[in-house]
Structures are given as structure tokens and as C-alpha cells.
């Protein structure tokens, strides 16, 4: 029994026992949980390293779930791009995980704990599922369980939880239920003029479908990109976003902005060059379109974060704009921008989440986080504040911080497809992105002491080791690039750019 | 031409069920009409795929023992509708939970009110 | 009070029938209209109807609190049940491929995994069925 031919299924299966299990070890055994969801989420990132090693030695892993043959079968894919994600996924997922351990004691209502983890092993399962679909009706599957785990994260109660959030949770479910049921259409019209649900098979019978059915193919492309754009908080249907974000719990909106979106924003990659095709979509005007959405969601994102005054609502538009990033690499025809979006997912992932995450550190020492009371923690919390520059910085894109590399393959992108005007939005928002983040750094560092004697000294250890481990990656990531574009680059020529 | 598109009024009824349930969704301000509005969505979406699966002359797709050359209806579409009716089953009851506490915590189920008592848009 | 007396008389006597017809619907799920779904939705309704006649407090007496936490996490049998099919040589939640006996089309003992995923998913939604009534009315009653 070969059990690494079975990776690809047992890194969405494993979260998902383990899932299940919360409930009774909660109420039965309490010690057992944290531990247990650490565990299964490392084992699932160590399947995902293995499973990788093998795509890129021998290809892409095709599995038939039931062992029923394609088209007529399930069927789970692992190939370049998938292995990526699953890394990005499971690797920023259990990261993040080991810190809300030492959240959720102080930040967590006690009853509510064992249904945190519940949920968070749950939108592990959902994304990695996502990932991994070979099935467009798998695809809508997993986007509704991790969906629901989102909506249902958002209102976790904190100790210092505002009333807001049962608000904020309402408008993500209602604009996120729309979104899939857009998609859900989505999937009907494509269906119907193909016959198949495969990924492969539906792009192959797409090319026939195209030159009977023009318009329900451009029908069915449109719902499903107005859907994942609405998921992936694409200008202008980002509205969920900043609420969602301010009254969730850190690790909550870390988990949110470097993992849910992204997987969103890959759907539209695989959408754009696996499933439809680039010769189908470059002949409609769905590129241009969101390229021009892309480009406004950069600039506007930057300008609405300038003006806040809390600080998870500055990182949450931050997290609008830098998915313009995402969306513009995808729509410009171009190896390098194709690569630059890619590996911004990567490099956004490790960013965010460390500013995300050095917040939910802040807050868990002071329960404060306006500008104002970020005055002079650099010196109280010396380790976090110095994570949380030095990804601030690498944000704004200042080599050889990881943040450079990304937009550096991106502006090589917009001139070789001559969009000049994107070269400039990108240099633009880069300012931009100064901007505010120079405003926060100063306040941390340079601006006198803190106010008040509260009592503050350097985060847990637990919540302290993720957030530098995070911090390092937004330092050497950009370094060691070489190694996620092994898997791009090949993604990136199989979408024939 | 008329004939031709008024004998496909499956599709025809579930477009109009579509944009009625995303009109109520989006214009109507109570919370529980919203999510009223979004089971219509819901159930348009099925109708549109279930009458999309339909075969002529076929029948409910159930093998009988002892019986061959028998025309079916396709099953994909209504086993992909059994999936969609469990999800929208569960984003409703979340919604409707979400609902129960919302009008704790604001003592009102108008979400124009919810608005400024929370402090307005920001 | 004589409609009460009704109301109550006939629920006690429908409620038997009730759970019956939906384990039958689970139970012939593969080869009739029904399968574990519908059939724990009726299940879950029992329980429901129930606690509107009697109240919460007799309602709860029948299916506990704890008994719906095991039964909703029931569907870690699912997934076991999946992973079998990984055991018996094949992949993830395999029928045919994996050597399980099928049987005629028409039986009950007939699709493999089919009849034990369907059990599994109607204990499951018969459980959540109730939970959600409950917690909902819970939180009003507050």
C-alpha cells in the first residue's frame, strides 16, 4: 500500500478527521485539542513538501477518488500550481495556528475555544480542498465549507469582542452567498454547453462549445469571475472586507487575508489559463476589465488606508490593494507577470500575516490598537515591532526584501506588454504604501513612550516564535525565490505563456 | 421564434425567480426578508439546473432489477442539486442564527438602523 | 384544553410513524427516491415536532445534548469508512474498485459503501436538524 500515491487526498482528509473530532475531545478531553489540530495541520503541510517534491520530479499526481476512471469519476489533481498552494496553505496555516494557541487562552471566550479550532481545521480543509480540485463541482464544495468556516470565524466571540461583529459577519455571509450562487450558475451554463464537470475534459470540449455557444460560454466565464472577485475582495466588491477584518480575532483575519483570499485569487488563475483557456478569454473583454478593476483596487486600497486610524483596518485595505496585485499579474499576458501575481501570493501571505499577527500580539498585551496607542511599543515589545518593520517595509517593495521581488517581476511584466499606465499605478502605490507604513513605523519606534503605565513587556513565546519565523520569511523569502519558481515557472509555461 | 422560446419556460421562470430573489436581497431592509430573498435565489438556481438535466421521455433515474433499454433522466445535475440543497440549507440557518442575535444585541431587524447604531459606514 | 389534548395525543401516536418512514427512506436511499439527507431531515423533524408540543424541556429528554454532539460527529465514519477504501488496496472512499460486494440493484443490502454512508449522513442530520432548532429557540428564549 503505497501511502504517498494517496498524498493528495489525505492533506484535505486529515484536517477534516481531525475537524470532526473537536467537538467530542472538547467536551471530553480538553487537553487533547491543541495539540491535535498543531499536529494534523503539520502533518498535512509535511504531505504537501512531499507531494511537491514528487510533482516536480515526475509530474502532476492524478488521483481517482472511488477509483471510478475521468470523466466519469472525481478527480484530484496535484500539479505544480496546486502543490504551491497547498504549501502556501498548510505552511502559513500552521504558523498561524501555533500562535492562536496562546490567543485563544488569554483572547478567546473559554466555551468557544474547541469550536475555534473546529473551525479553523475546517477552512484548512476547504482551502487545500480547493486547491486540489480536478472537479469544477468539487471546486463549489470546499469554496462553501471554507466559506461557511470563514463566516462563522468572523464572529468568535474575544473577550474584548465588539457587537459589531455579528454585523460585519451578516454582510460577508450575504455578499459571500450571492458569490456562490453566481458561481453555482456558473457552473450550470458551462455544463451545459460541455457535458462534463472534469477541469481537463471541460476545457478540451470548451474549444468546440466556443465556436456553437460563444455567448453562454462569455456567460458562464462572467458569472464565475464576478463571483470569485467578490470572494476575493477585488475592487469594487471588497465591502465585506475592512468589517470583516476589524471585529475578527487576529489569527482570524491573518487567516483570512493570506489564505482565503488568496485561494480566490487562484481560482481566477486556473479559471483564466487552465479551464477556459487564454484563447478563449484574451477574445472577450473580461482582461482589460479587470485589469482596469485591478488597477483602481491598487490605488483606491492605498488611499482609504492612509486615512484610518486602527490599525487592522489600515492592514485590512492594505490586503484590497495588494490583491489587485494578484488580479493585475493574472490579467497581463505575460511569463513574468503571471509570475510576479504567483509569487505575490506567496510573498503577501508571509507579509500580512506577520503584520496581522504582531497587532493581535499588541493587543493581547494592551487590548488597544488605534495609531495613537502604538506610540513607542517598539521599545516595550522590541521582537515584535522589529518583525512587524521589517515587513512593513518589505510591503512597500524596498530590496532586497521580499516584497521587491514580487513587484519587480510584475513591473518587468507591464513592460513587456507595454501597459505603461500599470507600471506607473505599481510605482504609485508603492509611495502610497510608504505612505502609511512609514506613519505606523514612526509611531513605533521614534515617537516617545507610550501612554499611560500599562505594563507591557514582549509577547509569549508561543505567539512570538510564529510571528519571527514569518518576519525571517519576509527577509529571505525574496533571497531564496529560486525555489517556489521551480514550481511557478513550470505552472506558468503549462499555461502555455 | 416565439413558440420556440415561450416552450423553454423552465429557464424562462427560473431567470425571473433569479432576479426577483437578488432584487428583494438587495433592496429590501429587514433581515429576514433578505435572507427570504436569497432561498428564492437559491431554489432558481435548482430549478434552472434540474430543468436543465431533463431528457425527453425519460424516466426518474432508478435502476429496477430486470429491466434494460430504459431512458433516464440525467442523474449529474440532480445529484449536484442534492450538494447545493444542504449548503444553502446550512448559510441559511447560519444567517438566521445570526439574525436571532443581531436583533439581541440591536433590539431591531431593519439593517438601515443597524447601521447608525453601529456608527454608520466608515 | 381539549385542543391541547389532541394536538398532544396525536403527536405521541405520529411520531413512531414518522421515525420510521425516515430510517426507511435512509434505508432505501440507493435503489428509491430518498437517501440519508432526506431521510435524518425527517428524522430531525420528529424531534422538532416534538419539542413544539411537549416543550423544550420533554424534547430534550429524548435526544440530549450529548447524544447529538456523538451523532453529529458521526460523520468521522464517513471519513473512516473513506479511508477503507485506501486500506483495502484502491483509492479513497472506493466501492467497487476496493472488492466490496455490491449485490443486485434493487436489493437493500446492494451498493457497497452506499447504505453505511447513507446511515451515517441520516444520524448526522437528524442530529443537526435538532441542534439547530434548539439552539435557535435557545438563544430567543434568553
Not at chain 1, 479553523?120 to 469544477?136: C, K, P, Q, W, Y
Amino acid at each position: 500500500m503505497n501511502l504517498s500515491s494517496h498524498f493528495p487526498i489525505l492533506i484535505v482528509v486529515v484536517p477534516l478527521l481531525a475537524s470532526y473530532l473537536m467537538p467530542i475531545l472538547w467536551r471530553w478531553k480538553k487537553d487533547l485539542v491543541k495539540p491535535i489540530a498543531v499536529s494534523v495541520v503539520a502533518l498535512s503541510f509535511l504531505m504537501s513538501l512531499a507531494a511537491a517534491i514528487e510533482v516536480i520530479g515526475s509530474g502532476p499526481i492524478r488521483y481517482h477518488v472511488g477509483g471510478w476512471e475521468p470523466p466519469w469519476g472525481i478527480e484530484i489533481i496535484m500539479d505544480h500550481l496546486s502543490a504551491y498552494m497547498a504549501i502556501v496553505i498548510t505552511g502559513v496555516g500552521l504558523l498561524i495556528l501555533v500562535y492562536s494557541t496562546a490567543y485563544a487562552e488569554k483572547m478567546i471566550e473559554k466555551k468557544n475555544i474547541g469550536l475555534f479550532f473546529a473551525l479553523v481545521l475546517l477552512l484548512i480543509t476547504g482551502l487545500s480542498g480547493m486547491v486540489v480540485a480536478g472537479d469544477l463541482f468539487n471546486l463549489f464544495v470546499f469554496l462553501e465549507v471554507a466559506s461557511i468556516a470563514s463566516y462563522a470565524l468572523v464572529t468568535i466571540a474575544g473577550k474584548k469582542g465588539t457587537k459589531g461583529r455579528f454585523e460585519a459577519s451578516f454582510r460577508y455571509l450575504y455578499m459571500g452567498a450571492i458569490a456562490a450562487t453566481f458561481i453555482l450558475i456558473g457552473i450550470g451554463l458551462g455544463y451545459m454547453v460541455t457535458g462534463t464537470l472534469n477541469m481537463a475534459d471541460f476545457a478540451l470540449k470548451l474549444e468546440v462549445a466556443n465556436t456553437i455557444y460563444p455567448r453562454l460560454v462569455l456567460a458562464s466565464l462572467g458569472f464565475f469571475i464576478v463571483g470569485f472577485s467578490l470572494k476575493t475582495a477585488l475592487f469594487p466588491l471588497h465591502l465585506w472586507l475592512p468589517d470583516a477584518y476589524t471585529h475578527a480575532p487576529a489569527p482570524v483575519s491573518a487567516l483570512s487575508s493570506a489564505l482565503t483570499i488568496k485561494v480566490m485569487a487562484y481560482v481566477i488563475y486556473r479559471l483564466f489559463y487552465s479551464i477556459y483557456g487564454i484563447q478563449i478569454v484574451s477574445t472577450t473583454t473580461i482582461l482589460p476589465l479587470l485589469q482596469l478593476l485591478a488597477g483602481f483596487a491598487i490605488i483606491i486600497g492605498s488611499l482609504y488606508a492612509i486615512a484610518q486610524d486602527d490599525v487592522v483596518r489600515i492592514l485590512a485595505y492594505s490586503s484590497v490593494s495588494q490583491i489587485g496585485y494578484v488580479i493585475l499579474g493574472a490579467t497581463l499576458l505575460s511569463g513574468n507577470g503571471l509570475a510576479g501575481g504567483l509569487l505575490h501570493i506567496l510573498h503577501h501571505s508571509v507579509m500580512k500575516s506577520t503584520m496581522l499577527l504582531s497587532v493581535g500580539a499588541v493587543m493581547y498585551k494592551t487590548g488597544k490598537r488605534n495609531i495613537s496607542d502604538f506610540q513607542g511599543i517598539g521599545r516595550k515589545m522590541p521582537f515584535t515591532m522589529a518583525a512587524f518593520s521589517i515587513a512593513a517595509l518589505s510591503m512597500v517593495g524596498i530590496p532586497p526584501l521580499t516584497g521587491f521581488v514580487s513587484k519587480w517581476f510584475m513591473l518587468l511584466g507591464t513592460i513587456e506588454t507595454k501597459s505603461y499606465a500599470f507600471t506607473f499605478v505599481i510605482l504609485a502605490s508603492s509611495l502610497l504604501n510608504a505612505v502609511y507604513y512609514f506613519r505606523l513605523i514612526n509611531y513605533i519606534h521614534f515617537k516617545g513612550d507610550t501612554k499611560g503605565n500599562v505594563k507591557i513587556d514582549e509577547a509569549p513565546l508561543t505567539m512570538l516564535i510564529p510571528i519571527l519565523i514569518l518576519g525571517t520569511g519576509a527577509i529571505v523569502l525574496g533571497l531564496m525565490a529560486g525555489i517556489p519558481l521551480k514550481l511557478i515557472e513550470t505552472a506558468v509555461s503549462a499555461f502555455g505563456i | 421564434m416565439i413558440i420556440d422560446v415561450a416552450s423553454q419556460y423552465n429557464y424562462i421562470i427560473a431567470s425571473a425567480l433569479f432576479l426577483i430573489g437578488l432584487y428583494t436581497m438587495i433592496t429590501r431592509k429587514n433581515l429576514i426578508k433578505k435572507i427570504i430573498g436569497l432561498n428564492i435565489m437559491n431554489t432558481a438556481v435548482f430549478l434552472f439546473f434540474i430543468s436543465m438535466g431533463s431528457v425527453e421521455g425519460g424516466k426518474a433515474p432508478i435502476v429496477v432489477h430486470g429491466s434494460e433499454n430504459v431512458i433516464y433522466v440525467n442523474p449529474l445535475p440532480q445529484a449536484i442539486i442534492l450538494t447545493a440543497i444542504v449548503v444553502s440549507v446550512s448559510v441559511t440557518a447560519f444567517a438566521l442564527a445570526l439574525t436571532v442575535k443581531l436583533y439581541e444585541v440591536y433590539g431591531t431587524l431593519d439593517s438601515d438602523r443597524i447601521r447608525e447604531l453601529r456608527g454608520g459606514p466608515r | 384544553m381539549t385542543e391541547d389534548l389532541i394536538i398532544r395525543t396525536t403527536a405521541r401516536l405520529m411520531t413512531p410513524f414518522i421515525q420510521m418512514f425516515g430510517i426507511y427512506i435512509i434505508f432505501h436511499g440507493h435503489h428509491s427516491p430518498g437517501g440519508g439527507f432526506q431521510g435524518g431531515a425527517v428524522i430531525g423533524v420528529s424531534m422538532i415536532l416534538l419539542a413544539v408540543v411537549f416543550g423544550l424541556k420533554e424534547g430534550e429528554k429524548r435526544m440530549g445534548h450529548d447524544l447529538s454532539v456523538v451523532l453529529g460527529s458521526f460523520v468521522l465514519v464517513y471519513v473512516l469508512i473513506g479511508l477503507l477504501g485506501i486500506l483495502m488496496g484502491s483509492n479513497f472512499l472506493s466501492n467497487r474498485a476496493a472488492g466490496i460486494p455490491l449485490g443486485r440493484p434493487g436489493d437493500i443490502i446492494s451498493g457497497g459503501t452506499i447504505l453505511a454512508l447513507d446511515i451515517v449522513i441520516g444520524f448526522w442530520m437528524a442530529s443537526t436538524g435538532k441542534t439547530l432548532f434548539y439552539a435557535l429557540v435557545k438563544e430567543g428564549e434568553k
